[in-house]
């Protein structure tokens, strides 16, 4: 089966930490054979999907301004897996987090996980 599975989502207060992780089923390795990038994007009602932050092929990261120096995403090759840990999270990163990988030409979603934010 086709898919990236998700999971570490949920509520945490002001000032606490989450990780976020994203598995690549074997399947979707098959497909697209090699992976260029991983990472996640966000979305609240109503909102478009923004970038959050991305790791390529050659690790090299991406960041949201927003997100700069409170979250850190990684990748583990031999695990297919990208994580996002985020630390000192604010109400305003309350939101969907979906993950990606891409290949040369296509890419794949995640179902997204809640993010809440909240005291």
């Known amino acids: 089966q086709v898919q990236l599975v998700e999971s570490g989502g949920g509520l945490v207060q002001p000032g606490g930490s989450l990780r976020l992780s994203c598995a690549a089923s074997e399947s979707i390795l098959r497909t697209i054979y090699t992976i260029k990038a991983m990472g996640w994007y966000r979305q609240a009602p109503g909102k478009e999907r923004e970038l959050v932050a991305r790791?390529?092929?050659?690790?090299?990261?991406v960041y949201a301004d927003s997100v700069k120096g409170r979250f850190t995403i990684s990748r583990d090759d031999t695990e297919n897996t990208v994580y996002l840990q985020m630390n000192n999270l604010k109400p305003q990163d309350t939101d969907v987090y979906y993950c990606?990988?891409?290949?040369?030409?296509?890419?794949?979603w995640g179902q997204g996980t809640q993010v809440t934010v909240s005291s």
């Open positions: 790791v390529r092929s050659g690790f090299d990261t």
């Open positions: 990606y990988v891409s290949g040369a030409a296509t890419t794949y």
